[in-house]
C-alpha cells in the first residue's frame, strides 16, 4: 500500500470562488472568548441587523453556489438574532451549520435552532482558548469538553457533530489522542478538523504594502513579533504525526493553494470504523464519485453528509469495485468478522478528518492562499477570504508583503 502524499495520487476537489461546497457568513465579530491565533478582532457591538445578513445571503446566492453555509465570526450564538439567521440561511435552500465555541449553547437554545433548521455545529476547542474553568487544560482533558458537547447533539439527534482544534507546535504530538477520541466516539462525532497555526511574523525581513502605500501591520490580530515560536506546520507533517498512532493513515482528497498547486492547504480523509476498530481509509475514486454525483443529482457539490448516511458504512462497499480504498475496508471488515461474527451487528461509521494550513508567506513575499477555500465570505459585495477580513475593514483591500533588501 504507497503512502506516498502526492496532488497525482488524490482526488482534487473541484471547489472554486463560484461553486463550492461551503460559503462563511460572519453576522458578528463579538467573541465572549479569545483564541491564540484568532484572525478576527474582537469588537463589541458589532452585531449585524436581519437587513445586513440577508443581503449577504442574497450576494452569495448571486455570486456563489453551495450546498451549506458556515454561520461563523465571532462567536455567532452571541448574536441575539441567530435563530431568526439559521432560519434565513435555510430558506435560501442552504444547510447552517454553526461554527462555535460553544460556551453560549444551552439544550434550549439548542432545540429552538433545531426548529428553525440548523443541520450541524463546528466547535472550537483547543487549549489556546481563554476559557474560563478550562484554562491550563491539555488536549487530552478538554476532551471532556468535547464530549459533552457531542452527547448534547447526539441527544438531540439527527445533526452533524464537528470539531476542530488548531494545531499549535506544543499540541502537534497530542494531535493522535484527538483523533483516537474521535474514533471512540465515531458514532456521534461526523468530522474531525485540525487547523495549522499560522501568524504573520514581524521582523526585519519584509515591509507591508496596500498598493503603492507602506503600511504598519504591528496591530493586526494576526501579526506578531518573531518570538521563534513555529508557524510552519504542515499538513503531511501532521499526518506523519497521526501515523505514529494510524501507520495506514491516508488522505483521499485536496486543495492546493493560489501559488503553489500542490501545496496542501485542505487535506481530506475518510474513514470507516467503530468505536473499538478502524477498518480503513475510503480512497480518491469514492470521493470524486460521491461529489460528481451530488452536483449531478443535486447542482451542488456535498458538505456535511446526514448522519443517517454515515452510519451506513456497510452500503458503501457496493462501491469497492470502483475505489480500492473501500476494498481494503470490505476486506478488513469481512476479516475481523470471521474473528468476531458478533460484530456484524454493530454499525460501520464514516467520519472525516481535514486537515487545514492556512495562508503561507513565502521567501519572495507571496502568500500562497486555499486555492478553492470554503471560508470564503462577502465584504462590499464581493467574495474575499474570511481569515483575512482585517485587512478588508481597515484597507478595503488584501495588504501585500515585499522583501526587503539585505545589507551585504
Not at 481563554?130 to 471532556?144: H, V, Y
Not at 475505489?323 to 451487528?345: T, V
Amino acid at each position: 500500500m504507497n503512502l506516498t502524499l502526492s496532488p497525482r495520487s488524490l482526488y482534487r476537489l473541484p471547489w472554486n470562488f463560484s461553486d463550492n461546497a461551503i460559503s462563511w457568513l460572519e453576522p458578528t465579530s463579538m467573541c465572549n472568548l479569545y483564541c491564540d491565533g484568532c484572525y478576527r478582532e474582537n469588537r463589541s457591538g458589532s452585531h449585524k441587523t436581519l437587513r445586513e445578513v440577508q443581503h449577504e445571503l442574497d450576494v452569495f446566492e448571486r455570486l456563489r453556489n453551495c450546498d451549506s453555509v458556515s454561520i461563523a465570526g465571532g462567536e455567532p450564538l452571541s448574536h441575539p438574532e441567530i435563530v431568526e439567521i439559521v432560519a434565513m440561511v435555510r430558506r435560501k435552500g442552504w444547510k447552517p451549520v454553526i461554527n462555535t465555541n460553544g460556551a453560549l449553547l444551552t439544550r434550549d437554545l439548542l432545540r429552538e435552532l433545531k426548529r428553525a433548521g440548523v443541520t450541524g455545529f463546528t466547535f472550537h476547542v483547543d487549549s489556546g482558548q481563554n476559557r474560563p474553568g478550562w484554562n491550563g487544560k491539555d488536549e487530552g482533558e478538554l476532551n471532556a469538553l468535547r464530549q459533552e458537547f457531542a452527547d448534547m447533539l447526539h441527544e438531540a439527534g439527527g445533526l452533524t457533530c464537528s470539531f476542530n482544534a488548531t494545531v499549535y507546535p506544543e499540541t502537534l504530538s497530542q494531535v493522535p489522542a484527538l483523533l483516537e477520541w474521535g474514533q471512540r466516539n465515531i458514532d456521534r462525532v461526523h468530522v474531525m478538523v485540525f487547523i495549522n497555526y499560522r501568524m504573520a511574523i514581524l521582523g526585519k525581513d519584509f515591509d507591508f504594502y496596500v498598493g503603492d502605500t507602506r503600511v504598519h501591520f504591528d496591530d493586526m490580530m494576526y501579526s506578531k513579533k518573531d518570538d521563534q515560536r513555529r508557524t510552519d506546520i504542515s499538513s503531511p507533517e501532521v499526518v506523519d504525526m497521526i501515523r505514529t498512532k494510524y501507520p495506514d493513515f491516508m488522505p483521499c482528497a485536496y486543495l492546493g493553494g493560489t501559488e503553489r498547486s500542490d501545496s496542501f492547504k485542505w487535506l481530506m480523509t475518510g474513514r470507516m470504523g467503530n468505536r473499538h476498530r478502524i477498518f480503513g481509509y475510503i480512497g480518491p475514486k469514492f470521493m470524486e464519485l460521491t461529489q460528481t454525483w451530488n452536483h449531478l443529482v443535486t447542482g451542488k457539490y456535498l458538505a456535511y453528509a446526514a448522519p443517517a448516511l454515515q452510519r451506513r458504512g456497510r452500503l458503501y462497499f457496493l462501491l469497492a469495485p470502483l475505489d480500492r480504498g473501500i476494498r481494503r475496508i470490505a476486506a478488513s471488515y469481512f476479516k475481523a468478522l470471521l474473528i468476531a461474527p458478533a460484530a456484524f451487528f454493530s454499525r460501520v461509521h464514516f467520519q472525516s478528518v481535514m486537515i487545514i494550513q492556512p495562508a503561507d508567506v513565502h521567501e519572495n513575499g507571496s502568500i500562497d492562499m486555499c486555492d478553492g477555500c470554503p471560508d470564503i465570505t462577502v465584504w462590499n459585495d464581493q467574495l474575499v477570504w474570511s481569515c483575512r477580513m482585517e485587512e478588508q475593514v481597515r484597507w478595503g483591500q488584501n495588504m501585500r508583503m515585499v522583501p526587503r533588501k539585505q545589507e551585504v
